[in-house]
């Protein structure tokens, strides 16, 4: 079970998330906050949460002071910033300071829920949205780069297949359907060639992939 804290100062954002999360089985709601000062005060001295669910623009203490905040105290929940800010500033300022994961509140339920998943099990998410803006901004420079030495990966033909359509922005759902297979078989593939290319969040990922060759 995946302890989770929410902070966000509007209650039916707040509320509406809580009762998407709570339908997943292996999440769980310990606590909620309004602002980055609740969030202190309820893991204060407590161990009891793994991923923190917040917001950027929220009183006394925002999103991104809350993340140092909690580094600086040496607290072990994780925290994923959910917002509707696609600035890459907020984007690497929060990675920078020690955030896990990066969402926007576009994001379809089944990626956040995902995200959260990849997060408690020790990776990084950067969801797919922000990823491609990104990825498109760097696109020209990053398919001159030339790899620094022969790819030594060996992906499977279905692994190559999902990458494409990781590639092309669709979801876990989306493949699933596409390529007739469970979620829960796409999500193996995914996090398979994650692991394979070590790469840090999607975005790496398909960049990663167009360097070397891997897809068009």
Not at 95 to 115: H, N
Not at 165 to 192: C, P, V, W, Y
Not at 194 to 214: C, H, M, Q, Y
């Amino acid at each position: 079970m995946i302890n989770i804290l929410l902070a966000e100062d509007h209650n039916v954002v707040r509320n509406g998330l809580k009762m998407l999360l709570e339908a997943d089985k292996d999440l769980n709601i310990t606590g909620e906050a309004i602002n980055g000062q609740q969030v202190l005060d309820l893991l204060e001295g407590s161990d009891q949460v793994d991923v923190v669910l917040s917001d950027i623009n929220m009183p006394l203490v925002d999103g991104i002071s809350l993340i140092t905040e909690l580094k600086n105290r040496g607290c072990k929940a994780k925290v994923i910033i959910l917002t509707m800010h696609e600035n890459e500033q907020y984007v690497h300022e929060a990675f920078r300071e020690g955030a896990f994961g990066y969402l926007m509140k576009s994001a379809k339920e089944e990626e956040l829920v995902y995200a959260i998943k990849h997060v408690y099990s020790g990776g990084y998410y950067l969801c797919s949205e922000l990823a491609m803006i990104m990825l498109k901004k760097n696109m020209h420079s990053t398919l001159h780069l030339q790899p620094k030495e022969p790819l030594d990966i060996d992906f499977t033909e279905r692994e190559i297949e999902v990458l494409q359509l990781i590639a092309e922005g669709l979801t876990n759902q989306q493949m699933s359907d596409k390529l007739f297979l469970s979620k829960r078989t796409i999500e193996g593939h995914r996090q398979s060639l994650i692991d394979k290319t070590e790469a840090p969040n999607t975005a790496g990922l398909i960049s990663f992939a167009l360097r070397n060759g891997v897809i068009d």
